[in-house]
């Protein structure tokens, strides 16, 4: 199991500084963004499309620092019912799938993404309670209407060039929990898969080595995110933890994304890696830096540092005592 990180925190730095970084603080692997919210400051994916002196680049630099990657991210909501935005975050999704295949990188993280509520709706709308019924009506139309003939053509489009879709269960997405994950799972290909991140698990409430436990049951977790967060209950038993308030208010806030150990303790995260290789995973635990309460790098760091006495360096040996 390698330990990965998301390289958008470090977009303000070069991709030589980032790798040259990131190799010197024993990283394995690196999601790289090429559009959507995680920008595209360290792979231009048009550019690189098709582009053999480009990849070639790429790969030296890669092979230079010992780094692979794990998945290219576009996170961005190609059901978005603005139909400019829309095409772009398709055509943003099917490009990275397309760069993935040229680069032999398996798999492409990103969002569901969410629909409007009804036809000539403007708004994306995110119903999480089946009552009054024009709400039940409105999840109906999202999924039937939008979300599952939009991810059929996709998955076709990821299988037809080898490449996994890791979607991210993140609320204000119409998939944001491990049921719906295989719900969509289920309705299109097995290209469709989880980006099993944890921290926007843990605030609804959802226990997260259960939910590795079912996703690994149908195989569908296609990548990972290490990402911790720690719910505030002094704030959180007064308003629960459908929080809408600025996430640089953090004092008043029911939650927050923190960094790798303070939101969980090690030996948390030493059950979250056993059981994903219970369950078959092997691949990137690839640190996402969300937590506004110290900077990236030492975030990073951190991580980095919890996690690598968390993982597991070499693959199970014989039960020889169990013979």
Same mark, same amino acid.
């Given at each position: 199991?390698?330990?990965?990180?998301?390289?958008?925190?470090?977009?303000?730095?070069?991709?030589?500084?980032?790798?040259?970084? /990131?190799?010197?603080?024993?990283?394995?692997?690196?999601?790289? =963004?090429?559009? =959507? !919210?995680?920008?595209?400051?360290? %792979?231009?994916?048009?550019?690189?499309?098709?582009?053999?002196?480009?990849?070639?680049?790429?790969?030296?630099?890669?092979?230079?620092?010992?780094?692979?990657?794990?998945?290219?991210?576009?996170?961005?909501?190609? /059901?978005?019912?603005?139909?400019?935005?829309?095409?772009?975050?398709?055509?943003?999704?099917?490009?990275?799938?397309? %760069?993935?295949?040229?680069?032999?990188?398996?798999?492409?993280?990103?969002?569901?993404?969410?629909?409007?509520?009804?036809?000539?709706?403007?708004?994306?709308?995110?119903?999480?309670?089946?009552?009054?019924?024009?709400?039940?009506?409105?999840?109906?139309?999202?999924?039937?209407?939008?979300?599952?003939?939009?991810?059929?053509?996709?998955?076709?489009?990821?299988?037809?060039? =080898?490449?996994? /879709?890791?979607?991210?269960?993140?609320?204000?997405?119409?998939?944001?929990?491990?049921?719906?994950?295989?719900?969509?799972?289920?309705?299109?290909?097995?290209?469709?898969?989880?980006?099993?991140?944890? $921290?926007?698990?843990?605030?609804?409430?959802?226990?997260?080595?259960?939910?590795?436990?079912?996703?690994?049951?149908?195989?569908?977790?296609?990548?990972?995110?290490?990402?911790?967060?720690?719910?505030?209950?002094?704030?959180?038993?007064?308003?629960?933890?459908?929080?809408?308030?600025?996430?640089?208010?953090?004092?008043?806030?029911?939650?927050? !994304?923190?960094?790798?150990?303070?939101?969980?303790?090690?030996?948390?995260?030493?059950?979250?890696? $056993?059981?994903?290789?219970?369950?078959?995973?092997?691949?990137? %635990?690839?640190?996402?830096?969300?937590?506004?309460?110290?900077?990236?790098?030492? =975030?990073?760091?951190?991580?980095?540092?919890?996690?690598?006495?968390?993982?597991?360096?070499?693959?199970?040996?014989?039960?020889?005592?169990?013979?």
């Amino acid at each position: 199991m390698d330990i990965g990180v998301l390289t958008v925190p470090l977009g303000d730095e070069s991709i030589e500084d980032a790798f040259a970084y /990131l190799a010197g603080l024993d990283v394995d692997a690196v999601e790289i =963004g090429v559009g =959507g !919210f995680p920008g595209e400051d360290h %792979l231009d994916r048009e550019e690189c499309l098709g582009n053999d002196a480009a990849q070639a680049e790429l790969a030296d630099l890669l092979d230079e620092h010992g780094l692979r990657v794990s998945a290219l991210a576009t996170h961005n909501n190609p /059901l978005h019912p603005d139909e400019e935005r829309a095409e772009r975050a398709d055509r943003e999704l099917r490009e990275a799938i397309e %760069l993935a295949a040229e680069l032999g990188v398996d798999t492409v993280t990103c969002f569901s993404g969410l629909p409007a509520g009804a036809p000539g709706d403007s708004t994306p709308n995110w119903i999480t309670a089946p009552w009054p019924t024009e709400h039940a009506e409105a999840h109906e139309y999202q999924w039937d209407e939008v979300a599952i003939p939009y991810w059929s053509d996709l998955a076709e489009h990821a299988d037809a060039h =080898g490449v996994d /879709l890791a979607i991210e269960m993140h609320p204000n997405m119409l998939v944001y929990e491990p049921t719906g994950m295989l719900a969509l799972r289920e309705a299109t290909n097995e290209r469709v898969g989880a980006n099993l991140d944890p $921290s926007h698990l843990y605030w609804q409430g959802i226990d997260v080595t259960e939910a590795i436990r079912f996703l690994g049951e149908h195989d569908a977790i296609h990548h990972v995110h290490a990402k911790d967060t720690r719910v505030y209950e002094s704030n959180a038993r007064v308003k629960g933890v459908l929080d809408t308030t600025d996430y640089t208010e953090e004092a008043d806030r029911s939650w927050l !994304f923190r960094s790798i150990g303070y939101g969980h303790d090690e030996a948390h995260w030493k059950d979250f890696v $056993s059981t994903l290789r219970m369950v078959g995973y092997e691949g990137a %635990l690839s640190i996402e830096h969300e937590d506004s309460l110290t900077s990236s790098r030492e =975030g990073l760091e951190k991580a980095v540092d919890v996690l690598s006495r968390a993982v597991f360096e070499t693959r199970p040996g014989d039960v020889y005592w169990a013979e």
